[in-house]
């Protein structure tokens, strides 16, 4: 495999000055597939060959050549041109990376405010009332892996808590349920989120059973007097849970006229 082929082979994003944690993991586990995150970590010197080498010799010193120019090849493709500019003179792969890393990653104090930061967004979440389970919990683990990115420790316990807590009042009988049945304490984030989704879906499938009952009624009775005002009235029951629930447009007054 030619270095061309290498650094085009699933090269992980390319770094613009943001976001330097998610890069870097990214950036070490590319160099190591390709076997080239030795060249970078260490920075090995190797010898310079005897006066008449063997051909093993041979192969192994252009081995851990190419190796340290394919490492520092793939750096220089995985940053935008901005920063290529800043590390162009650096002689190794390691400088390269050295660089990077502490000119982007901050020190103790500016990554603990960022933490500090993160996780008054995490706590100032609130469920909306148009949010299904799934997508909340999947914002609230987005925001939690920021932190864990620099390096800090977070439980998807707290994020159990966060669910519980915030969630809208339909859910409450559900989580009346699972407190009678497990305990809330050592429930894993995966299985609140499935239990919850569960509810969602038998609540959908209900709803869609009152809309098809309310639209079959419309359709046998199409006279007058109470009972189109009873049919009336029921599907704007029914209408109206249906939005709740969906979050969709009104439904148009001519379904029932």
Same mark, same amino acid.
């Given at each position: 495999?030619?270095? @061309? ?15 330097? =944690? ?9 160099? =190591? ?6 060249a970078v970590e260490e920075n090995y010197i190797f010898p310079d060959l005897p006066a008449n080498p063997t051909v093993t010799q041979l192969k192994i010193h252009k081995e851990k050549k190419t190796r340290k120019s394919k490492a520092k090849a793939c750096l220089y493709a995985a940053v935008s041109n901005t920063i290529f500019t800043r590390i162009m003179n650096l002689e190794s792969a390691k400088g390269i990376w050295d660089y990077l890393k502490k000119e982007y990653q901050g ?64 859910? @409450? ?6 407190? @009678? ?18 509810? =969602? ?7 869609? @059973? ?16 109470? =009972? ?30």
């Amino acid at each position: 495999m030619d270095s @061309e082929s290498i650094i085009s082979h699933g090269s992980p994003l390319i770094f613009n000055g943001e976001n330097y =944690e998610t890069w870097a993991i990214k950036m070490t586990i590319h160099l =190591e597939a390709l076997d080239l995150w030795e060249a970078v970590e260490e920075n090995y010197i190797f010898p310079d060959l005897p006066a008449n080498p063997t051909v093993t010799q041979l192969k192994i010193h252009k081995e851990k050549k190419t190796r340290k120019s394919k490492a520092k090849a793939c750096l220089y493709a995985a940053v935008s041109n901005t920063i290529f500019t800043r590390i162009m003179n650096l002689e190794s792969a390691k400088g390269i990376w050295d660089y990077l890393k502490k000119e982007y990653q901050g020190n103790e104090r500016t990554k603990n405010m960022q933490v500090l930061n993160i996780i008054r967004e995490f706590e100032m979440q609130k469920m909306k009332e148009t949010e299904n389970i799934k997508d909340y919990a999947d914002k609230l683990l987005s925001i939690i892996n920021k932190v864990r990115l620099l390096g800090k420790e977070f439980s998807d316990d707290r994020i159990v808590q966060k669910i519980l807590v915030t969630m809208p009042e339909k859910y @409450e009988s559900k989580i009346s349920s699972l407190e @009678e049945s497990k305990d809330l304490t050592n429930i894993s984030l995966r299985e609140l989120v499935n239990a919850l989704e569960a509810q =969602e879906q038998r609540r959908l499938m209900r709803l869609e @059973e009152s809309m098809q009952g309310a639209f079959q009624a419309r359709a046998q009775y199409q006279g007058g007097g109470k =009972e189109k005002r009873f049919n009336k009235k029921r599907f704007k029951i029914i209408e109206t849970r249906w939005k709740h629930f969906h979050h969709v447009p009104t439904v148009k007054k001519q379904i029932i006229s």
